[in-house]
């Protein structure tokens, strides 16, 4: 295993997981990395839009009630949650894993995060670290990309959403930013892998803090792990003991060979949007199967295409709506098509 190098300030002060997290009622300090250190990125200068390639996973959302602005809420009284956030800077990061269908170079990411306190411009979170592993880091993965000493930031601004509690409604102290990170030479084949991130905030405010993954009434499963030192424990709400997620988007362009561009270039999926069905025509190619996947990278269906002529339909009438991969398979090769279900 690559040894992990961690950069902190002489003052810090050794702290235990349990007050990593920022419960509802109790505002801990956490430890600030030392930005004389880092190599920072620039002021952000645009709207971000994918431009660095297609949407290729989605962690999961940053709020659960839309609105103008939107608002995450720790659900306290209604689920019994405590976690507000976890420490991500410092002795400690956050760790999550994505799946991926097919070969990409990654190209962004983005991610979120507040500091308690922090106004909503300019954006307080001013650099982010990433590490791409191979597997779990708790379970003998390897880091095979990046490091916790390089900034890749490019940009941070308000997300228009508020973290905030059942017991304390129109709190507006949490203002979740939007943390822009683009990669360079990161391509990736089939598979599932961890990314392991800190964040580089302001040392006038508490935090940063990593916001979990949302949903309204919902207990969301996780597994996403913080780690102290390098040791790596799961990430657990602290009033229910619940797994959770972080929310992160991965943006990127599918890589194909010669036998996968043929593919690619036979076949395509339709009608996009889709609303009950969605038609595979083929323009001569031999095909094996179409695996359908969420933009979690969950299987949703597998449909054999050994015996299709020229178009086979598919009812995805019981799906939530979202974006979709269908990975098309033949016998030398495979494509990845996009699709959104309304």
């Known amino acids: 295993m690559k040894k992990i190098i961690y950069v902190f300030i002489a003052s810090c002060m050794a702290v235990s997981y349990n007050v990593t997290a920022q419960s509802a009622d109790v505002e801990p300090t956490s430890s600030e990395v030392n930005l004389s250190e880092r190599q920072m990125g620039q002021p952000l200068s645009r709207e971000y839009n994918g431009t660095e390639g297609a949407l290729v996973f989605d962690n999961g959302p940053h709020f659960n009630v839309p609105g103008s602005p ?30 991926l269908t097919s070969t990409y170079e990654i190209t962004a990411v983005d991610m979120y995060g507040y500091q308690t306190g922090a106004p909503t411009a300019p954006a307080s979170i001013s650099g982010v670290v990433i590490q791409i592993w191979d597997g779990d880091p708790s379970a003998g993965g390897t880091v095979i990309y990046g490091d916790f000493i390089n900034s890749v930031w490019t940009g941070a601004a308000w997300s228009n959403t508020w973290r905030e509690s059942e017991t304390s409604p129109g709190a507006d102290n949490r203002a979740i930013q939007l943390v822009n990170a683009e990669l360079t030479g990161l391509e990736l084949g089939p598979g599932t892998y961890w990314m392991d991130w800190q964040y580089i905030g302001d040392g006038g405010f508490s935090g940063p803090w990593q916001p979990p993954v949302v949903e309204l009434d919902v207990v969301v499963p996780g597994n996403a792990l913080q780690s102290n030192l390098g040791t790596y424990a799961p990430w657990l709400d602290s009033g229910t003991s619940d797994p959770l997620d972080a929310p992160f988007q991965l943006y990127g362009t599918e890589v194909l060979g010669v036998d996968d561009q043929a593919i690619n270039n036979a076949v395509s999926v339709f009608p996009n949007p889709a609303v009950n069905e969605i038609n595979i025509s083929n323009s001569g190619i031999n095909l094996e199967t179409a695996e359908i996947y969420n933009i979690q990278g969950r299987l949703m269906q597998t449909v054999d295409l050994s015996s299709m002529g020229t178009q086979e339909t598919i009812s995805i009438a019981s799906y939530a709506s979202g974006v979709y991969l269908v990975k098309i398979s033949g016998e030398n090769g495979s494509a990845t098509k996009r699709f959104v279900k309304k």
Not at 76 to 98: E, M, P
Request: aromatic letters at 6%; hydrophobic letters at 35%; a negative charge.
């Open 70 to 99: 939107n608002l995450s809420v720790l659900q306290n009284t209604t689920l019994g949650q405590n976690t507000l956030g976890a420490g991500v800077s410092g002795d400690f990061s956050i760790a999550d894993d994505f799946t």
